[in-house]
């Protein structure tokens, strides 16, 4: 409970100091991640212990054989998104800097990082979890854990969601871009269908069955544009993921 009610002290600083944010900025912010273009090298993998002990499983194709078919990048071929990182904070700037350093290439979730909360993340890798990409894209200048989200946010109903609002679920979150129809077009850090920062397609029906509800930061400001039609956009080839089409 002290420990719980601290971290809400620490979540309601952050939000009081927070450099205000707009809609566009902060879906401009989340496009960065999923647009992101890096080499991945072999020295980038890791499926083992870094050096303070932490087990590390990086989400390239070899994780195939460590359980996990959802490795994605590959030493030597072009990859586009940035890796899911348990805890990871990194921005686009200080993840391509960190590739350069060595560091390894993400860090997926597993029962036991769950279990032992910041204790499992590992100085030796990069990338962006569920919660570090929202406080990212909210601007925020320290990462804020989805069970903190809610002392910084404030609750709003499905039809009052705008750009750069989240649907938060106990454990993840995922950012709001438009509505088409039945489906929610949004940005998250997932572990599936890949680990890595996407776009998104999530019917309405299956997130409401699912535990998620809409918030807003509190220091959202109004968005600066009238346009209120959703972006124009191509599905891409998972089936459940998009582009927008420029």
């Known amino acids: 409970m002290i420990r719980h009610t601290l971290l809400t002290a620490l979540a309601l600083c952050l939000a009081s100091c927070a450099t205000k944010v707009t809609p566009e900025e902060t879906i401009a912010i989340a496009s960065s991640y999923v ?19 932490i087990f590390v499983h990086t989400p390239d194709t070899t994780l195939a054989e460590h359980g996990d078919p959802r490795g ?5 071929i072009l990859a586009k998104g940035m890796p899911y990182k348990w805890g990871g904070f990194d921005t686009p700037e200080t993840f391509l800097a960190g590739l350069k350093a ?8 597993n029962d036991e990082k769950i279990r032992r909360d ?26 804020v854990s989805t069970k903190d989200m809610p002392a910084i946010s404030k609750k709003i109903s499905w039809d009052d969601l705008q750009p750069g609002d989240i649907l938060l679920k106990r454990g993840h979150v995922i950012l709001f871009h438009a509505r088409d129809g039945s489906n929610i077009l949004g940005y998250e850090s997932a572990p599936m269908p890949t680990w890595r920062v996407r776009r ?11 535990g998620y509800s809409p918030w807003r930061y ?17 599905i891409d080839s998972t089936g459940i993921g998009w582009n927008p089409i420029r």
């Open 35 to 53: 647009d992101i273009q890096w080499m991945p090298e072999q020295r980038h993998i890791r499926h083992g212990f870094d050096a303070s002990r």
């Open 72 to 76: 994605w990048w590959k030493p030597g």
């Open 102 to 109: 060595g560091k390894k290439a993400g860090d997926i979730a």
């Open 118 to 143: 910041n204790a499992a993340v590992s100085d030796g890798s990069i990338g962006v979890d569920c919660s570090g990409f929202i406080s990212r894209c909210w601007k925020l200048t320290s990462h």
């Open 200 to 210: 998104g397609i999530f019917p309405i029906s299956y997130l409401k069955q699912d």
């Open 218 to 234: 509190r220091h959202m400001l109004p968005s600066q544009t009238k346009n209120t039609t959703p972006p124009r956009y191509q």
